[in-house]
């Protein structure tokens, strides 16, 4: 098992920064990957990105590139989400993950473990 520890969502206004990070426990011996998932009220869940449990490769969703970076603290086995430019499109729960099958893998299904969940509002 894995555990998953989320932390940094918060009230933001449109056009500012944010900072998610995502702490890893447990038997994280056999996890290639770790990221986040995002989902809005009455939307589907949406891909935001994901990193190799190496560092070395990162990949985003579409409507994130460029804005939100992922990088990952190998010592300390976290995960960060760095948000910039945020919009209020960007307003839902972020969940991290952690697992993954192949490099650029997008499917929720995929990851196998996940975390609670952490609130980020993006106000106009």
Do not use: H
């Amino acid at each position: 098992q894995v555990q998953l520890v989320e932390s940094g969502g918060g009230l933001v206004q449109a056009g500012g920064s944010l900072r998610l990070s995502c702490a890893a426990s447990g038997r994280t011996s056999s996890t290639y990957a770790m990221g986040w998932f995002r989902q809005a009220p009455g939307k589907e869940r949406e891909f935001v990105g994901a990193i190799t449990w190496s560092g070395s490769s990162t990949w985003y969703g579409d409507s994130v590139k460029g804005r939100f970076a992922i990088s990952k603290d190998n010592a300390q086995n976290t995960v960060y989400l760095q948000m910039n430019s945020l919009r209020r499109e960007d307003t839902a729960v972020y969940s991290c993950v952690a697992g993954a099958r192949y490099y650029l893998d997008r499917e929720a299904s995929d990851y196998d473990y996940w975390g609670q969940g952490t609130q980020v509002t993006v106000s106009s």
